[in-house]
């Protein structure tokens, strides 16, 4: 009789521990609306650079490196905590970094991110009332560019009045040669 209690509690045990593995809370929103600002700071980084004759490339290059297609989308909240939330293109240490940003005693910093990424999902929008405002730094190539120049830009983002984001402040940067965009990836990137 003992064996079969023993044998019914390890199962039930088991299939908690299982349990909990396969209910993953999914941030499907979340991420919806991660895209959506990409795309809403890319549209308003083109426009911006139009104005300066430059516009992205179209046409992927023959020689694309990881250093010139790369971009760093990061939130800073009210009382200046900030979080990257996401990247494309970075190096192995931005990586470790992103990945390390909420680990140890960064208590603060970790539920002002947990605030906002569940308020996202919760409520399918973004939680202004915490957001400062949005950093977004690339490096790119450009049309017409020259063999081996790229862009790199940052720009900050800020919510206006009628709750739409514009920009801020801006650093655009030509590389003009393949040494000034290695250096500028490994010191942002």
Known sequence: MKKIIV????STLGT???AQFVTVYTYDRYYAILDSLLVVFRI???????LSGYSFSKQPSDNIHTETNGF?????FMPKHSSIIAFSGTTSSMINNYSKQYRGFRFVKRAYFDTFRNYTQDNNKLPYDIIDY???????Y???SPN??????EYKFRLNE???FEVSEKKVEILSDRDAIVRKYQSTF
Do not use: M, S
């Open 16 to 18: 908690n521990i299982h």
């Open 7 to 10: 044998l019914f509690l390890f």
């Open 72 to 76: 760093i989308l990061e939130v800073f």
């Open 162 to 164: 009628d709750k739409q």
């Open 148 to 153: 081996n120049h790229a862009i790199y830009g």
């Open 134 to 140: 949005f950093k977004f730094r690339f490096i790119t």
């Open 142 to 144: 450009y049309d017409n």
């Open 44 to 50: 308003n980084i083109e426009k911006d650079l139009a």
